[in-house]
């Protein structure tokens, strides 16, 4: 398939978000990856963009739902891509697992996030599901 700006563009119309060059690379490198990214990670693959607009860019793109992102506890605060189409609501949300040996992050988006019943008057607006253990590569060795 053609690897076309385009392709990059429309999606970020579809979110909202104004089309920009710097924005488009952004969201090309953070697709190229394809796994849970932390902002250093994008530092790393984008060195022609200074550090503050990939940052503020990471921002917008996680109030328009082009990223979500996943807070393991570890203080380093991981992004990952939505899916098409995302509005990061609470059951849109799905449930991601961190591996204490190789410290990565991976994203269960089959999975959703179960029911939480909570007393009344308490409404959520965002939910930090992470478990922890070992990924299926490492409990291998
Ligand atoms: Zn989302
Ligand atoms: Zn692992
Ligand atoms: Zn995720």
Do not use: W
Request: some cysteine; charged content about 30%.
């Amino acid at each position: 398939m053609e690897d076309t700006n385009d392709r990059y563009a429309e999606r970020l119309l579809k979110q909202h978000v104004k089309p920009t060059s710097t924005r488009i690379l952004l969201l090309k490198a953070i697709l190229q990856r394809k796994t849970v990214f932390r902002l250093a990670d994008m530092e790393a693959d984008l060195q022609t963009i200074d550090k503050s607009t990939i940052f503020r860019t990471l921002i917008l793109f996680r109030k328009r739902c082009i990223v979500h992102t996943i807070d393991d506890g570890s203080g380093s605060l991981k992004y990952s891509v939505c899916d098409e189409g995302c509005h990061c609501s609470i059951e849109q949300l799905h449930v991601h697992f961190y591996c204490k040996k190789c410290k990565k992050v991976f994203c269960f988006r089959e999975t959703r996030i179960p029911p939480v019943e909570l007393p009344d008057g308490f409404l959520p607006d965002s939910i930090n599901y992470v478990l922890k253990g070992l990924c299926s590569g490492c409990k291998r060795v």
